[in-house]
């Protein structure tokens, strides 16, 4: 089992930024896709951001241009540079980790952190 560290978010006013991080295990990081997904009741999980090993990276058309997605090697953590955030950015964002196994892809999940964007 992977163990993903998520930290940040909270509450911000329409308009304001807020910055979530995750730490994977330096073991499987370089290797690894990294992403981050969000969810509100009753809708499904959405992807927000992913950036590959080498750094590519790929939005939802949603957030671009608002929202970065940033991976550190050295300190095996991924980040979300939130932007310009609206009240439809508020929701439940989970990190995620695909990394290919010998065996097969394995998938990772976070336990989640709240975004909420009110005044």
């Known amino acids: 089992q992977v163990q993903l560290v998520e930290s940040g978010g909270g509450l911000v006013q329409p308009g304001g930024s807020l910055r979530l991080s995750c730490a994977a295990p330096?073991?499987?990081?370089?290797?690894?896709?990294m992403g981050w997904y969000r969810q509100v009741p009753g809708k499904q999980r959405e992807l927000v951001a992913r950036?590959?090993?080498?750094?590519?990276?790929t939005y939802a058309d949603s957030v671009m241009g608002r929202f970065t997605i940033s991976r550190d090697n050295a300190k095996t953590t991924v980040s979300l540079q939130m932007d310009t955030l609206i009240p439809e950015d508020t929701a439940v964002y989970y990190c995620h980790v695909s990394i290919l196994r010998s065996t097969g892809w394995e998938y990772f999940w976070g336990q989640g952190t709240q975004v909420t964007v009110s005044s």
């Open positions: 330096g073991s499987i990081f370089r290797a690894s896709v």
């Open positions: 950036i590959m090993p080498g750094g590519s990276t």
